[in-house]
């Protein structure tokens, strides 16, 4: 099952207003990353942290990797409505997660953002 | 447009039938990652291969199956399905092994009736 807590689980907000999201795990991740899913997409990659303490920027979009290593927050500044979607962190072992399992991502439930024009 | 491109993107099949689900990776890329997501589990990490070779391995029935050919693209197999089967299955890819940037496809649903 899921080991990443993502919350909030939906927003609702006005166009302009600024978005805050985050992710926190009783694990230790090596990787952080944020993806966005629209409606029968698949998730796009939007940011990602390689190294604790890193804050990261992609046009409005700001995430930073927690010092402890086990959590993420993604900012999203004044919002437009093409922001709506659903936003998911994603954290990555690494070495730590032992063989059979290097390569997975392990995910968040989802936030669930609505813009209102 | 991610580059890992996947097919078929809709399929409607009985329980107990098989369906085998195909991806092509970004060019360039060696590993190939799949994915399923549903409702109540979420995404979940399914397995990879890199360069023809299973890598990493996560919670994958063993109705399910996988491999990846010389040209690097990559076959889901399920087989016996089930009503609960029914997701979305997603394919990814990244250039090395680690798994920590990958780039998915635009997904493969699946609904067995």
């Known amino acids: 099952g899921q080991q990443l807590n993502q919350s909030p689980q939906s927003m609702f907000i006005q166009e302009g207003e600024d978005v805050s999201m985050n992710c926190t795990s009783s694990s230790i991740f090596n990787t952080w990353l944020w993806y966005k899913q629209d409606p029968g997409e698949g998730p796009v990659l939007l940011i990602a942290l390689y190294k604790a303490g890193e804050l990261t920027s992609n046009g409005r979009l700001t995430a930073q990797f927690g010092i402890t290593r086990k959590d993420s927050f993604l900012n999203i500044s004044a919002s437009i409505p093409s922001d709506v979607g659903i936003y998911f962190c994603?954290?990555?072992?690494?070495?730590?997660?032992?063989?059979?399992?290097?390569?997975?991502?392990?995910f968040g439930q989802g936030t669930i953002l609505t813009v209102h024009p | 447009d991610s580059g890992v491109t996947q097919t078929p993107k809709h399929l409607i099949t009985a329980t107990g039938q098989r369906v085998t689900l195909r991806c092509s990776p970004r060019s360039g890329d060696l590993s190939v990652y799949w994915y399923q997501q549903s409702l109540d589990q979420g995404l979940q990490f399914l397995i990879q291969?890199?360069?023809?070779?299973?890598?990493a391995k996560g919670n994958i029935l063993e109705r399910f199956s996988a491999q990846q050919f010389p040209d690097l693209h990559s076959e889901l197999n399920l087989s016996s399905l089930e009503l609960g089967d029914s997701a979305l299955y997603f394919c990814a890819s990244s250039v090395g092994t680690a798994g920590n940037t990958i780039y998915f496809g635009e997904g493969s649903w699946l609904t067995v009736v």
């Open positions: 291969y890199y360069n023809g070779e299973e890598r």
């Open positions: 994603a954290g990555h072992r690494g070495a730590n997660a032992g063989g059979t399992s290097y390569g997975k991502l392990t």
